[in-house]
């Protein structure tokens, strides 16, 4: 099985801070890499699918990158909604998710 | 606009079954593949069945392989989750999630909202 390693496993960061959350793959997944958002009491939200492609809808401030076995998702500037917890995926051999990023408010 | 609405959750007894529904509308759902997914009380997301557009194609994960069987009805448009000999640990809401996939992605694009499963004596 792969497993999805993500950090931190929690921040506290500011409106207007640049957020970068790291997400590693336990084997190489080639570009087999989604991001999703979900806020508390509310399902998963797609936010990046392939590594780097935004859904549609979801702000440009929100971008991914990276190859292989690591992986990033960068706000480049957090807004009061994006107060969440962050999960990475893998879907290059069955389904995994990590197991969660929550970025809090400082 | 795609809409995934799940039943069949509720409390229930180690060792017994439960069978979870999802509706599906607005897309050509024979056309998609289909996921259930879970997430118990506090904690992360996990990843449980899979269903290919023509109900062909199964797979599980390892902690519910040959107790959950994942099926479908195109013609009503419905997927279900049937659980058996269940487990405390399946305690979790369990969403349904709409397969998109190609030669170069593969992601869950629409979620339903969720049903709670408990199991407790």
């Known amino acids: 099985d792969i497993q999805m390693t993500q950090s931190p496993s929690s921040l506290s960061a500011s409106v207007g801070d640049r957020v970068i959350i790291t997400c590693r793959a336990s084997q190489s997944i080639s570009s087999f890499l989604n991001w999703y958002q979900q806020k508390p009491g509310k399902a998963p939200r797609i936010l990046i699918y392939?590594?780097?492609n935004l859904q549609s809808g979801v702000p440009s401030r929100f971008s991914g990158s990276g190859s292989g076995t690591d992986f990033t998702l960068t706000i480049s500037s957090l807004q009061p909604e994006d107060f969440a917890t962050y999960y990475c995926q893998q879907s290059y051999i069955t389904w995994t998710f990590g197991q969660g990023t929550k970025v809090e408010i400082k | 606009q795609v809409q995934l609405v799940e039943s069949g959750g509720g409390v229930v007894q180690p060792g017994r079954s439960l069978k979870l529904t999802c509706a599906a509308s607005g897309f050509t759902f024979r056309s998609f593949g289909m996921h259930w997914v879970r997430q118990a009380p506090g904690k992360g997301l996990e990843w449980v069945a899979v269903i290919s557009d023509d109900g062909s194609n199964r797979y599980y994960a390892d902690s519910v392989k040959g107790r959950f069987t994942i099926s479908r009805d195109n013609s009503k448009k419905t997927v279900s989750l049937q659980m058996n000999s269940l487990r405390t640990e399946d305690s979790a809401v369990y969403y349904c999630?709409?397969?998109?996939?190609?030669?170069?992605?593969?992601?869950?694009?629409?979620w339903g909202q969720g049903t709670l499963v408990t199991v407790s004596s």
């Open positions: 999630a709409k397969r998109r996939s190609s030669r170069y992605e593969d992601y869950f694009d629409y």
């Open positions: 392939a590594v780097s």
